[in-house]
C-alpha cells in the first residue's frame, strides 16, 4: 500500500485551519489508511493508505478529504473548469502502441518546495498502483509556459527525433534513452516488439514526454512554475480519465484554475479534463441491509456529505453525486462502504454480553489435523503453497487431466494467472526451488483447491530420491488409507503424469478420489529437476462427509 509522506503544517494550511496532530492521528485512519508515523512537536507525517483510495494519494486530496470527514467543509467539492484555447491532436498512429492520451491545463500556482515534493509523489504512487507501473498508464506534468500549442501526440522513428531527457544534459534519441539513461532502462520493456515509439510534441516539434519513458528536460517544473500542462497516456481510458482527474484537482488545491484543452482524435473533437459527477441511485432499505444498521436516509445523506459526496434522500430512494476523482466508487455497495466510513465503524454494534462457551474443531480441521500427524509419521515435512498458479503448470507440463478453473482477471504477474485445480504442481514447484539441496526429499501439503466454484480439501505427497518406486508410494497411499479408516479399491490409469503402467486412481464407494504412482520422465524434466519422483493426491471431502462423527 502506498506511503504518502507530507508535512503537518502543510496539511493545516490545505485544510484551512490548524487540526490538533492527535485529532489527525486518530481520524485519518477512519477514512481508510494507517498512520506510519504522527508525532506531536514533529512537523513531518506518512500515512499508509489503503489501494481502493488513490485520490488521497497526495496531501492535497487528503487535505479535501479531511475537510469533509471533519465537518470543516462537507459534501462535494466542486471545481470549476473554464476552456482554454490549447488544441491537442491525437494522431491514429498511437491506437495499436499506446492508443489513450488526455490533457488538461492549471494556471495560476504557486510551486514552493512542499508542492514540488507533492507533485513528484503523486506521479509516482499514481504510476505504482493504478498505473501498474506504468504498464497501464503514465503521468507527465509539464511547465506551460516554456511550450507552444498546439500539442501532437504521435508514433515517430526511434532515431528519428532526439531531446535532452530529464535529468540528462546532453541529447538522446529514444533508442538511446532505453539504453542508457536509468529510467529508459527500468521501462524499456513496456515498448518491446514496437518499431516506432510514441511522443508529444509542441508546435515547435519541442519534445514534451516520450511515454511512458521519460519527460524532457525542457518543461521540468520547478518552483519557479505557475502554469502546468497534464499529460495522460495509457491503456485504459477510465484509468487514463481517473488519474488526470485527480492530478487537476489535487494542483486545484493549490489555486490553482483548471481550464480544457480541446482534444481531437479519429475525427471528433471533445474536451478534457472533463469533471462532470456521476449520479447512483441506492435504497437506503438495502444499505442498512448491507452495513447491519438501521439508519434514517437522513443520517445517511449526512454520512455520504462526511465522505465528500452529494446526497438528497426521496423516501426510501437516495440520489448520490459522485465526483470524478471518486475512482474507487464503481457500484452501489461502495457507496454503502462509504455511508459506514461516514457513520463511523466505531459507531456500530452495541454492548457485548459475557457467556460461557465452548468451541471446538469443524470435522474438516481436525481430520486435517489427524493427517497431518500421519504424515510426518511418515517421514514427510509440511509445506505451504499459495493457491494460485498459472494453466502451464497445472495442466501442460504435469499433463493432469483438464479441470475448468478460475480465471484471475488483472494477474500481476503471468505466474499466477488461475486458482488451482490440483496441488501436485504446486508441491513440484517446492522441488523444482530446492533441486540443489540434498536427497531424499518428502514433502505434503494438506490444502485448497476450487473446482466447479467450489472449495475442496485435498492432500498430497511428493518424493524425490536418487531412485523411487511405484512400490513405495503405494504403501503410502496405502498407510494413509487405513489410517483413515476407509474401505478403497485402486485401478489402473492412463493419466499420461505417470509412467506407463506405474500409477493408479484411488476409489472410494465407487467413485475416484485420487491418483498415485511415478512420475513420467518428460514431466520430471518438463519441471527441470534431474530425479524421478513419486506422488499420491487424494481428495479428502468425500473421507471426511462419510467419516466425520468416527475419524481417529
Same mark, same amino acid.
Given at each position: ?7 503537518y ?39 499508509e ?10 496531501v492535497e ?12 467543509e462537507?459534501g ?13 491532436f ?14 488538461g491545463?492549471?494556471r ?11 507533485i513528484m ?42 531531446? =535532452?531527457?530529464? %535529468?540528462?544534459t @546532453?541529447?538522446?534519441?529514444?533508442? *538511446?534513452?532505453? #539504453?542508457? !539513461? &536509468?529510467? +529508459? ?31 524532457g ?7 519557479d ?21 485527480? =492530478?487537476?484537482? %489535487?494542483?486545484? @488545491?493549490?489555486g490553482?484554475?483548471? *481550464?480544457?484543452? #480541446?482534444? !481531437? &482524435?479519429? +475525427? ?11 449520479e ?9 441491509k ?6 434514517t ?14 446526497a ?10 459522485v ?21 463511523g465503524?466505531?459507531?456500530?454494534? +452495541? ?8 468451541g ?11 493427517i497431518?500427524d ?9 509445506v ?14 504435469s499433463?493432469?487431466?483438464w479441470m475448468d ?32 539441496r ?29 531412485k ?30 505417470f ?7 484411488i ?8 491418483m ?14 534431474t ?22
Amino acid at each position: 500500500m502506498p506511503v504518502i509522506n507530507f508535512k503537518y503544517s502543510d496539511l493545516c494550511s490545505l485544510i484551512g485551519q490548524e487540526v490538533p496532530m492527535e485529532t489527525l492521528a486518530d481520524r485519518i485512519p477512519m477514512i481508510g489508511a494507517d498512520i506510519e508515523h504522527a508525532e506531536a512537536g514533529c512537523d513531518d507525517m506518512s500515512v499508509e493508505f489503503f489501494p481502493d483510495r488513490p485520490d488521497l494519494y497526495c496531501v492535497e486530496g487528503t487535505a479535501r478529504g479531511m475537510r469533509a470527514f471533519l465537518g470543516i467543509e462537507k459534501g462535494m467539492k466542486t471545481y470549476d473548469v473554464t476552456k482554454s484555447d490549447i488544441d491537442v491532436f491525437v494522431d491514429d498512429s498511437v491506437r495499436n502502441v499506446r492508443p489513450y492520451f488526455l490533457c488538461g491545463v492549471v494556471r495560476g500556482v504557486d510551486i514552493d518546495d512542499n508542492m514540488l515534493k507533492s507533485i513528484m509523489e503523486m506521479q509516482e504512487k499514481l504510476h505504482t498502483t493504478i498505473g501498474r507501473k506504468r504498464k497501464k498508464l503514465a503521468i507527465g506534468i509539464h511547465d506551460l509556459d516554456k511550450i507552444n500549442a498546439p500539442f501532437t501526440y504521435r508514433l515517430a522513428e526511434p532515431h528519428s527525433i532526439r531531446f =535532452v531527457p530529464l %535529468a540528462k544534459t @546532453e541529447e538522446m534519441d529514444m533508442e *538511446e534513452i532505453l #539504453t542508457k !539513461h &536509468e529510467k +529508459g532502462r527500468d521501462y524499456a520493456h513496456l515498448l518491446k516488439g514496437y518499431d516506432k515509439y510514441p511522443i508529444i510534441l509542441d508546435r515547435d516539434n519541442n519534445v514534451l514526454s516520450f511515454p511512458p519513458i521519460i519527460n524532457g528536460s525542457l518543461t521540468t517544473v520547478t518552483t519557479d512554475t505557475h502554469n502546468l500542462f497534464i499529460d495522460v497516456t495509457g491503456f485504459d481510458r477510465k484509468a487514463v480519465k481517473g488519474a488526470l482527474d485527480i =492530478v487537476a484537482t %489535487a494542483l486545484a @488545491e493549490r489555486g490553482g484554475r483548471i *481550464e480544457s484543452v #480541446t482534444m !481531437h &482524435e479519429s +475525427g471528433k473533437t471533445f474536451q478534457s479534463p472533463d469533471l462532470t459527477p456521476a449520479e447512483y441511485r441506492i435504497s437506503a432499505a438495502e444499505c442498512n441491509k448491507y452495513l447491519g444498521t438501521d439508519l434514517t436516509p437522513k443520517q445517511m445523506v449526512d454520512a455520504f456529505a462526511k465522505m465528500g459526496l452529494d446526497a438528497v434522500a426521496d423516501g426510501d430512494e437516495l440520489k448520490v453525486t459522485v465526483p470524478a476523482y471518486r475512482l474507487d466508487i464503481m457500484h452501489k455497495v461502495d457507496l454503502f462502504e462509504d455511508v459506514g466510513i461516514g457513520y463511523g465503524f466505531e459507531n456500530f454494534g +452495541g454492548k457485548y454480553t459475557l457467556q460461557q462457551t465452548s468451541g471446538v474443531l469443524e470435522p474438516v480441521t481436525s481430520f486435517s489435523e489427524d493427517i497431518r500427524d500421519v504424515m510426518i509419521g511418515l517421514g514427510y515435512m509440511e509445506v505451504m503453497t499459495l493457491t494460485l498458479i498459472n494453466d502451464k503448470d497445472e495442466f501442460e507440463t504435469s499433463k493432469l487431466p483438464w479441470m475448468d478453473n478460475v480465471r484471475v482477471l488483472n494477474p500481476a504477474t503471468e505466474d499466477v494467472t488461475c486458482l488451482r485445480t490440483y496441488l501436485m504442481p504446486s508441491l513440484i514447484n517446492i522441488l523444482r526451488h530446492n533441486k540443489h539441496r540434498d536427497l531424499p526429499q518428502r514433502i505434503f501439503e494438506v490444502g485448497n483447491i476450487v473446482r466447479d466454484n467450489d472449495i475442496h480439501v485435498h492432500l498430497c505427497a511428493m518424493e524425490t530420491a536418487s531412485k523411487v518406486s511405484f512400490t513405495g508410494i503405494k504403501s503410502v497411499t496405502e498407510s494413509v488409507l487405513r489410517e483413515m479408516g476407509c474401505e478403497y479399491e485402486l485401478k489402473p490409469t492412463d493419466i499420461k503424469t505417470f509412467i506407463d503402467g506405474r500409477g493408479a486412481e484411488i476409489y472410494f464407494k465407487g467413485k475416484p478420489i485420487g491418483m498415485f504412482g511415478e512420475m513420467a520422465i518428460d514431466v520430471v524434466t518438463g519441471y527441470e529437476i534431474t530425479h524421478p519422483i513419486a506422488f499420491l493426491e487424494i481428495d479428502l471431502g468425500p473421507i471426511i462427509a462419510d467419516h466425520k462423527d468416527t475419524m481417529f
